[in-house]
């Protein structure tokens, strides 16, 4: 209770699969894994600036991508950050920086989480499989597994001196992705290519709580390929919803 604008905290957490030792086309699956947490959320500078940080190490046990019944061991990693600043103006408008990185596994052909074309038989397995929520963009939208991901944001009410426009929102991310492991896989299955730069993203976006029951979205992304896909044409994304509580 003294850390007044600092929350530190740690976690374990476990699941079992309860289906571990299924035989299927020869081929055994199965996935306990164990995770261990440590991390602190705050503010810095007169509540200004805002941080998360967080690592996590995880480890158990799972199969190769093999017709042997032996289990392989886990040990993977996660860290996740942000920085958050809270510009000082009318516009409650906002400026932010994270970092994503987690482990993978160079001897994962295809799939850096999956049994078929996952870890090789007799090697540690290190690609981390984790649980939750991360932003990692409207297109790629790639797992944290193998990877890297920095995302530069901004957010801003421009309207907010207007009464039906004063919860109407519009921002931007702006994403540049990497493998952690070069040779391993990433979720995407077109990055084919023994390459770490998976490329780049903009996403651009708008809210309107129009009332406090009734909000309205819209968000459009466009995903530069890089060296890791063997296409180098950009996706785009487009979405648009409304939303009614009641």
């Not at 905290?9 to 699956?29: C, E, I, K, L, T």
Request: charge should be negative.
């Amino acid at each position: 209770r003294g850390w007044v604008d600092h929350t530190p905290f740690v976690y374990y957490y476990s699941q079992d699969d309860q289906d571990a030792g299924m035989v299927r086309d020869d081929q055994v699956f199965g996935y306990d894994s164990r995770y261990v947490g440590i991390g602190s959320r705050g503010k810095f500078f007169h509540r200004d600036l805002q941080y998360s940080c967080e690592m996590a190490g995880e480890f158990g046990k799972s199969y190769a991508f093999s017709d042997e019944p032996d289990r392989q061991n886990i040990h993977a990693w996660a860290f996740d950050s942000e920085l958050r600043y809270l510009v000082p103006d009318r516009r409650a408008s906002q400026l932010s920086l994270g970092y994503l990185l987690t482990s993978g596994d160079s001897d994962r052909d295809y799939s850096p989480t999956n049994t078929i074309g996952g870890n090789r038989a007799h090697t540690v397995d290190t690609s981390f499989s984790g649980w939750g929520f991360r932003d990692t963009g409207l297109v790629l939208a790639p797992r944290p597994s193998n990877l890297g991901a920095v995302r530069l944001g901004a957010s801003t009410f421009p309207l907010n001196e207007y009464k039906a426009l004063e919860r109407f929102q519009v921002g931007s991310n702006f994403y540049i992705y990497h493998k952690q492991q070069a040779g391993g896989a990433a979720s995407d299955t077109l990055s084919t290519q023994h390459d770490s730069f998976l490329g780049s993203e903009i996403d651009l976006f708008a809210n309107w709580q129009i009332t406090s029951d009734l909000a309205w979205a819209v968000h459009y992304g466009v995903f530069m390929p890089g060296d890791a896909f063997h296409s180098q044409r950009a996706r785009q994304l487009f979405f648009t919803g409304l939303t009614l509580s009641f």
